[in-house]
Structures are given as C-alpha cells and as structure tokens.
C-alpha cells in the first residue's frame, strides 16, 4: 500500500530553518504531484506547497511565498520542505500528500497522506 513518510520536524527558534522530508513507497512516486499541508490546533488544514511530477511547477500558499521552497529528488522517492525565516505562527503539524492531479490547494484534492511532523517555533 500507499505510504508517505514524514521526518525532519521539531523545535527551532524564530527566523531559523527546517528542512522536512517525505519518503513515498508503494507508488510510482515520479508520477504523483507532491503537496505540503500543514494543521495547527484549532485550525483547518491549511496549504503550503505543491509541485507537479516534475519539479518545473510549483505554487506556495500566500503565507510561506517566499520562505518556503518545496522539491523532490524521484530517484529517491522523497520531496523535500525548506523552511526558512521561521515564525511563530509556522508552527503546526506538517503533512506531505501525493495526487496524481497536478494544480490542486485543496486537502480533498491529494488522495495519498502522510502521518504528519511537529514544527514548533519559539519566540
């Protein structure tokens, strides 16, 4: 079955840097669009990133335009989240999502999930 893998969250402090990753296996991982969700307590989950099969198309959500980047490496099956100039307001559980549908923002847009990581940042 579809599993998608995420590592590299934790405690950083405001203006650092993190580097998430999201490790697929049981799909043909070059074929799928990746996204980055992210969800914080009491909030909907909110997008972050995309980039189709490729790499030569992505699309930031307004908030993380700019500080994030999002990227894949299909000969590891693994897409990539660098987050830069970290806020408070960054902090939320990460989730990595596969659809093989390029273009989609929304969470019911992605068919494929993963189990999430914790970011926090400190002020």
């Known amino acids: 079955q579809v599993q998608l893998v995420e590592s590299g969250g934790g405690l950083v402090q405001a203006g650092g840097s993190l580097r998430l990753s999201c490790a697929g296996s049981?799909?043909?991982?070059?074929?799928?669009?990746m996204g980055w969700f992210r969800q914080a307590p009491g909030k909907d989950r909110e997008f972050v990133a995309t980039m189709n099969w490729s790499g030569r198309s992505t699309d930031y959500g307004d908030s993380v335009k700019g500080r994030f980047s999002i990227s894949r490496d299909n000969d590891k099956k693994t897409a990539f989240l660098q987050m830069n100039s970290l806020t408070p307001e960054d902090t939320a559980v990460y989730y990595c999502?596969?659809?093989?549908?390029?273009?989609?923002?929304?969470?019911?847009?992605?068919?494929?999930w993963g189990q999430g990581t914790q970011v926090t940042v400190s002020s």
């Open positions: 999502a596969a659809n093989y549908l390029y273009g989609g923002r929304r969470w019911t847009d992605f068919g494929f």
């Open positions: 049981g799909l043909t991982f070059s074929n799928y669009a």
